[in-house]
C-alpha cells in the first residue's frame, strides 16, 4: 500500500536531503518541489528551513509559497514546518535590529535567545503539549536543535469563544522558548526531526499518521 | 532541562575508505565508513564527523558519495571536515546532505572565507577547527598557538584570539584540537578549552588525549559543550560511548 504523499518545498534551503529520507524511511511517497500543483496537491507539505530569517522569508516569496501554503491551511490540509520553516509561521523575526515580516499565523515574535551559549546546538528534551499527537508516545525523548533564535513569548488570546488554541510545546536554553506548535492542519518544529534519530523518526511518522 | 554533552566519534576517510580501520566486533567491511556511521548511529554517537584526509584531490569525488549515502541512511547530524576551501565547496558537501563542514588551514589563511560562508548558510553550518599548540612564543599572549596541516605547521596566531576572531566572525561553533595531548590518551588539555570557553560563547568541541571514559568530565568541566575523539572509539570497546555518557553522567552533566 502506498503511503502518505508529502511534499517537501525546494525553495533552495539548505540540507533538504535528510528530510526527505527521513519522511521516506518511515513510510511517506516523498516529492522534492516547488511547483503549486505538489504543493497544492500533496497529503503533506514540508516547509524546511535553515539560515537567516529573513533570507528565508525571502526566498519562499521567490518561489510564491507564501499564498499557496495559506491555502493549503485555509482548506484544512496539513503542514509541517521545520526549523526557520517553522519560525516563519510567527508574526516577525528580529535579527541585528532588522524585523521581518513572517506569514503571521501565530502571534510572536523570533529573537535572540538569551543564553551563556549561542547557537542552541545539539539534542535537547521538551515539555510536550497534553494531548500533543505530534509527541505521543516520545514526550520524555531528546530532539536535536541547532538555532540561535527562537519565539520565547506566547501571547494568544485564550479568552476567544469557539477557538482552540494551539497546543504549544516548550524547550530551554537560557530561557524557555517554543519547541513545537500543533494548530488544527499547522504544525511546526524549533528542532530537526529529520536529525533526531529514532525519535525524530516517531515524530515524522506521528505526523504522518495525521494526514488524511 | 537542559542541552545534552554531546560524544562524537571521528572518522578519517581516504578516497571513501576509513583510515587505520576500525576494530568492531561483526562488523562485515571496517573501512566503510556507512557501515561504521550506522554502527556509532546505534550504540548512541549524538553527531558523526567524517574528516576527509584524501589527499589527491582527483578522488575527492568519493567522500561525496560517502556523504551521500550516509546521510540517507543515518539521521543524527554529520559534519565534514578537510579540504573544505570556499563557501562553494560548503554548498557540495549540503547538497550531498553534511549538516555542517569544517574548516581549518583555509580559514587561517584566509579569515573572509569564514564570512562568505556564514552569510550565505548561515552560522550553524560551519565548525572551525583550531589545532593548537602550547607555545612560549611571548607574542602568543595564551600561550596557544594555531598551527596548521595537522599540526605540523605554526602560524604565528595566537589560538585563542583566533577562536575570538572567527566566533565574531560568525562560525557557529569550534572544534578545538590539543596538539599536544592528542595521541596521548592522557586526558585533554583542559587549560586550553577554559581559555577559549572565556574568549568565545559559541560552542565547543573538545578533541585531543582521550584516553578513558573518566577523561571526559574535566573537559566538560572546562566549558565544552561536546567531546570528540577517534582512537578511543574505533578501538575500545563496543559500548564505549556508553561508558563515556555514563561518565559524563556521573559527574552530573546531562547526555542523552
New interface residues.
Partial sequence: MAGPRVTVLDYGS??I??AV??LE?VGAEVTLSKDAKDIREADGLVVPG???FASVMQALKDVGAGPLIGRRIAGGRPVLGICVGHQVFFEEGVEHGIRTAGFGEWPGTVERLDA????????????AAPGSRLFAGIEGE?F?????YAVQKWDFPVAQPRMTPPSVTW???GSRFIAAVENGPLSAVQF?P????EA??QLLANWLGTLA | MSVAIRVIPCLDVDAGRVVKGVNFEGLRDAGDPVELAKRYNAVGADELTFLDVTASSGNRETTFDVVRTTAEEVFIPLTVGGGVRSADDVDRLLRAGADKASINTAAVDRPEVIREITHRFGSQVLVLSVDARRSTDPSLPSGFEVTTHGGRTGSGRDAVEWAREAADGGVGEILLNSIDADGTKEGFDVEMIAAVRAAVNVPIIASGGAGAPGHFPAAIAAGADAVLAASIFHFGPVDMIARVKQAIKEAGYPVR
Fill in positions: 539548505g540540507n536531503r535528510s529520507r527521513a524511511h535553515v539560515g537567516a551563556p551559549v549561542v547557537p542552541h546546538m545539539g539534542w535537547n528534551t521538551v515539555d531528546r536535536y536543535f541547532v538555532h540561535s524547550a530551554e536554553h530537526h529529520e536529525k533526531s534519530g525524530g523518526a
